[in-house]
């Protein structure tokens, strides 16, 4: 496994959050610091904080730089122990996105003294993250949603690879040689992948996750590409955006943000498509309210954390070294 897409998406993210105008970025984490709950948690649409909102929160806010001593990492900090300790007590397994959720929030804090949850109780990091992933492994060498689903899901393995990486534990042989051949029973007519082998449609997630895998596992010579980026193209909707699948007929950030995060890359044979950047820059700018958050779509009536950090990555794509990228399209 020679890459890390999270990472070299996140990595890319950060150079292009920079050419971002003062004032989008100002309202946006206004926005975020506003679903603070004061146990320092970020809050969702029910109103509650949870550690899949706080790590979208911490993701965006890193991404638009977040003062290291401030008031909301204080509580931050005790939000994210407090976490730990109250799954200890309960002892419950926690599913893929609790999962990923928690280390993200976790390697976030990392960089910061004094701030290490496992400390605190005497936990090996490593150890705790590997025994959740065993957990969510299933006999073909992919990952599950939860515990109690019993088949994997391509995103989720995508999620799981890239923990993996983060961890610095190397993905066992027997998981690559499964992962690839997952992909290739999740393979459908249309050069698309579906989410699991059950479901017949090709969806945009599981086909940009399902390249992204590619990438990481260095497999570009076992699973051909070209034909899941011509796949993505079709999802794109005149209004620029992508939708989730073929049976839907609006685009919506995250299919959009994800569809774009697996074609924008100078390695890919993805960039032979025609790129089509100004549209995918109005649909965004679309979705921005005036408070700074972002909806899902148009049909979306509140903005959240979630999709705030969707369209601040999505601008963030598209402004990153647009005369390089340019070049490399021809356009």
């Known amino acids: 496994m020679n890459d890390n897409p999270l990472l070299s998406l996140t990595l890319r993210l950060h150079q292009g959050m920079g050419h971002l105008p003062e004032e989008l970025r100002k309202k946006a984490r206004a926005f975020i610091l506003s679903r603070q709950d004061p146990r320092g948690g970020f809050i969702g649409r029910r109103g509650k904080a949870d550690i899949y909102y706080t790590s979208f929160a911490l993701r965006a806010l890193t991404l638009l730089g977040l003062e290291k001593d401030s008031d909301q990492i204080r509580l931050l900090e005790n ?18 996105a609790e999962l990923h959720s928690f280390l993200f929030s976790v390697l976030f804090l990392e960089g910061l003294p004094g701030t290490d949850p496992f400390k605190e109780v005497s936990l090996d990091r490593k150890t705790f993250f590997q025994n959740a992933l065993d957990k969510l492994q299933r006999k073909d060498g992919g990952f599950a949603s939860s515990v109690k689903s ?11 690879i890239s923990a993996f990486s983060f961890l610095g534990i190397p993905l066992p042989e027997k998981n690559r040689a499964g992962i690839l051949q997952l992909l290739r029973k999740n393979r459908r007519e249309d050069g698309g992948f579906s989410e699991m082998e059950k479901l017949r449609s090709s969806g945009t997630n599981p086909t940009a996750a399902a390249i992204m895998i590619v990438r990481a596992l260095s497999g570009s010579e076992e699973i051909e590409l070209s034909s899941a980026c011509r796949f993505l193209w079709k999802m794109q909707i005149p209004e620029g955006g992508f939708r989730a699948n073929s049976s839907i007929p609006a685009a919506d950030l995250l299919s959009t943000f994800t569809a774009l995060a697996a074609l924008w890359d100078p390695k890919s044979p993805c960039l032979l498509a025609p790129f089509q950047e100004k549209k995918i820059r109005e649909f965004t700018e679309s979705l921005q309210t005036k408070e700074g958050g ?10 959240d954390i979630e999709y705030t950090f969707y369209g601040l990555a999505l601008l963030s794509l598209l402004d990153q070294d647009q005369a390089g990228m340019s070049e490399v399209l021809g356009t």
């Not at 939000?79 to 893929?96: P, R, V, W």
């Not at 019993?150 to 799981?160: K, R, V």
Request: glycine share 2%; hydrophobic share 45%; net charge negative.
């Open 294 to 303: 972002f909806r899902a779509a148009f049909w979306d009536k509140e903005p």
């Open 150 to 160: 019993a088949f994997s899901e391509i995103y989720h393995t995508f999620l799981a």
């Open 79 to 96: 939000y994210i122990g407090q976490f730990l300790s109250e799954f200890l007590q309960k002892q419950k397994d926690l599913s893929s």
